[in-house]
């Protein structure tokens, strides 16, 4: 409602969406990168001195009860704003066909959704209070009492919405820009309108934003290892860094628990075209992924 009241959009906006823990970091800096490419040395980028949060503005956090908006009102075009809002809950004049403005969306395997939020939220937990248990965590996920809806009602949101309209939404898979960042990279240029040139290929721009982006990269500059909660900022550079690898869930959900999560997500999304890539239980030691097509030691 306060978007739709007070949020003025622009024909140029770019908006990173993502539900929680699918890789909002990790794309606000490579939309960040790709779009402002030309404006920074690679050896002294914004991204080397603040946190993509910092570089990237969230839209929930500016549009206030007050409906001031006057923070992304000064901000010049094309504007880059981030959100975790579901596409549902966006205005027409940004959905509809007449609108210009972009969206680029995120999605994750929920299983590993699950564990990373369950580690995030109990970083985030005040002293005193009791870690939430990965079972009472397991528990909300598949009743879909997560923030910002359930997990697969957000990405089928999106996921129709790049089908509708191909040229407003792109949906991505945190596995395949795990598995073909390159790729990936090239993809969302080319889908903003910003495709690179055979110049920029020939310098190797593309595997720059990639390394800039990577989790090695990212979690070692010091703006992202350091404490930096304070009260205006309840949340640390540092959570939003923990290992970043496709299928960390092996290590801590249960046969029982990834097999009700697998069994939701094949019936959230069957008949759409949707799918998650999924890891095949060989026995109870190894997994075949099918992304790298090895075995993996459990
Ligand atoms: P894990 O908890 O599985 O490690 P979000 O940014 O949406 O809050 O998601 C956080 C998740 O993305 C965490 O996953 C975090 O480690 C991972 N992440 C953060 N930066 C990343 C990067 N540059 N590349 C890959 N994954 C990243």
């Not at 975790?84 to 966006?90: D, E, I, N, R, T």
Request: with cysteine; proline share 7%; glycine share 4%.
């Amino acid at each position: 409602m306060l978007i739709d009241d007070h949020f003025n959009p622009r024909p140029t906006d770019i908006i990173v969406a993502t539900s929680p823990k699918c890789g909002t970091t990790w794309l606000r800096a490579l939309v960040f990168s790709i779009i402002n490419r030309n404006s920074f040395d690679f050896s002294d980028h914004p991204l080397r001195k603040a946190n993509p949060r910092d570089l990237v503005h969230f839209l929930e956090a500016h549009i206030r009860g007050d409906g001031s908006t006057a923070s992304i009102d000064g901000l010049p075009s094309p504007r880059l704003l981030s959100t975790h809002l579901p596409y549902s809950l966006f205005p027409e004049c940004m959905t509809d066909d007449t609108s210009a403005c972009r969206f680029v969306y995120i999605c994750r395997d929920p299983k590993d959704v699950l564990v990373s939020k369950w580690h995030f939220a109990n970083k985030l937990r005040p002293k005193g209070v009791p870690p939430l248990s990965l079972e009472e965590a397991f528990d909300l996920f598949c009743k879909g009492v997560s923030h910002y809806g359930p997990f697969w009602d957000h990405v089928l949101g999106y996921w129709k919405a790049s089908l509708e309209s191909p040229k407003k939404v792109l949906c991505l898979k945190y596995e395949d820009v795990k598995k073909e960042p390159l790729g990936c990279v090239r993809k969302v240029a080319n889908f903003l309108g910003v495709p690179f040139t055979p110049e920029e290929e020939n310098k190797e721009i593309v595997e720059e934003i990639v390394k800039l982006c990577s989790f090695e990269n990212m979690s070692n500059q010091d703006v992202n290892k350091s404490d930096t909660r304070s009260q205006e900022k309840p949340i640390s550079n540092s959570d939003f860094f923990r290992k970043g690898e496709v299928g960390d869930w092996v290590n801590h959900l249960s046969p029982q628990m990834s097999e009700i999560l697998d069994q939701i997500t094949e019936q959230k999304f069957q008949g759409t075209g949707f799918s998650f890539h999924r890891f095949l239980v060989l026995s109870s030691s190894y997994y075949l992924c099918p992304l790298c097509c090895s075995f993996n030691n459990v």
